[in-house]
């Protein structure tokens, strides 16, 4: 069974900067089977998709609302997804989980309309 560990959330200042990481373990299959993203749920609301990457890194998906200022990398040597954070807003402040599921169809639509592995989320805020 997959399990996801997320890591570097925090308190950051308007304008800052966080990277978050995701590492990967216990699966049969190879990490760059995986389609990996991360999602955020912010206080009150429902949990968003904000970015996912294919197996390869060769094919992305962002949400409007994080496009031109979140990165999604990888690197499949460490079984490692990394979400570069920058010009961070209040509105950015939720609980970010990373998550997976195996690369049967886009990397779009995995993001989107589900995935099966679910890490259990690091804090981050964005406040003065």
């Known amino acids: 069974q997959l399990q996801l560990v997320e890591a570097g959330g925090g308190l950051v200042q308007p304008g800052g900067s966080l990277r978050l990481s995701c590492v990967a373990s216990?699966?049969?299959?190879?990490?760059?089977?995986?389609?990996i993203g991360w999602f955020r749920r912010a206080p009150g609301k429902e949990r968003e998709a904000l970015s996912c990457?294919?197996?390869?890194?060769?094919?992305?998906y962002y949400t409007d609302s994080v496009k031109g200022r979140f990165t999604i990398s990888r690197d499949n040597a460490k079984n490692t997804v990394y979400l570069q954070m920058d010009s961070l807003r209040p509105e950015d402040a939720g609980t970010y989980y990373c998550?997976?599921?195996?690369?049967?169809?886009?990397?779009?639509?995995?993001?989107?309309?589900?995935?099966?592995?679910w890490g259990k989320g690091t804090p981050v805020t964005v406040s003065s």
């Open positions: 998550a997976a599921d195996i690369e049967y169809t886009t990397v779009e639509t995995l993001c989107l309309h589900g995935m099966d592995y």
């Open positions: 216990g699966s049969p299959y190879d990490f760059k089977d995986y389609v």
């Open positions: 990457i294919g197996g390869k890194a060769e094919t992305t």
